[in-house]
């Protein structure tokens, strides 16, 4: 299943042949796009343990934010130095272990600022920057993004594709299960051996 491709052209014209199902779940062919980026989440730490942050606290994780972005800088700036960054230094449970990845992304799932970073339609592959929301600061790497539609007819496709094989597999190699024969839940424990 993993050696199965499609190209670009086979999946537009699945997308078509398609048009009116995936149109009547709200995908059109449009602009819209999933993103994929790495963030690496610089939160306040707060005194008060409630929540809520004084400007000083703001400032001092805007310092750390800087720090880590520099140190990224530094280096030889690539995903994969900014990956293991987010491991070190994420405080997002969600991607820390990751290095940071959300993919997918699409509008109204993350904080609006992110996505205004996220979505702006100068990003390019490599662009990094910081953005805060209320969560922190986030420091941004730009990983790529597909068109929504093509994500869903491209993994339709290679689902009807995956089924029909294994359809075929089935078909050549009949197996016979004995349902009565299977018992959920129980164990047959012998003493002494």
């Known amino acids: 299943l993993e050696q199965m491709t499609v190209t670009?052209?086979?999946?537009?014209a699945y997308f078509d042949?398609?048009?009116?199902?995936?149109?009547?779940n709200g995908l059109e062919k449009t602009d819209e796009r999933y993103v994929d980026v790495r963030h690496i989440l610089i939160q306040p730490e707060s005194a008060a343990g409630d929540g809520t942050y004084t400007d000083a606290e703001w400032s001092a994780a805007e310092k750390k934010a800087n720090e880590v972005l520099s140190e990224w800088l530094a280096g030889d700036h690539t995903e994969e130095s900014f990956a293991d960054l987010a491991k070190t230094y994420s405080t997002d449970p969600g991607s820390a272990s990751n290095g940071g990845l959300y993919e997918g992304v699409y509008v109204g799932q993350m904080m609006p600022e992110f996505e205004n970073w996220c979505f702006d339609a100068s990003r390019k592959v490599g662009d990094y920057?910081?953005?805060k929301t209320s969560y922190g600061y986030h420091i941004m790497y730009y990983v790529d993004s597909e068109l929504a539609?093509?994500?869903?007819?491209?993994t339709d496709m290679?689902?009807?594709?995956?089924?029909?094989?294994?359809?075929?597999i089935l078909e050549k190699n009949p197996a016979e299960i004995d349902y009565a024969a299977i018992q959920i839940g129980s164990v047959n424990v012998s003493s002494g051996s």
């Open 17 to 24: 042949e398609h048009a009116a199902e995936y149109q009547e």
């Open 129 to 131: 920057g910081i953005v």
């Open 149 to 154: 539609w093509f994500v869903a007819a491209e």
């Open 158 to 168: 290679m689902a009807e594709k995956g089924n029909s094989f294994l359809e075929q």
């Open 8 to 12: 670009d052209a086979e999946v537009e």
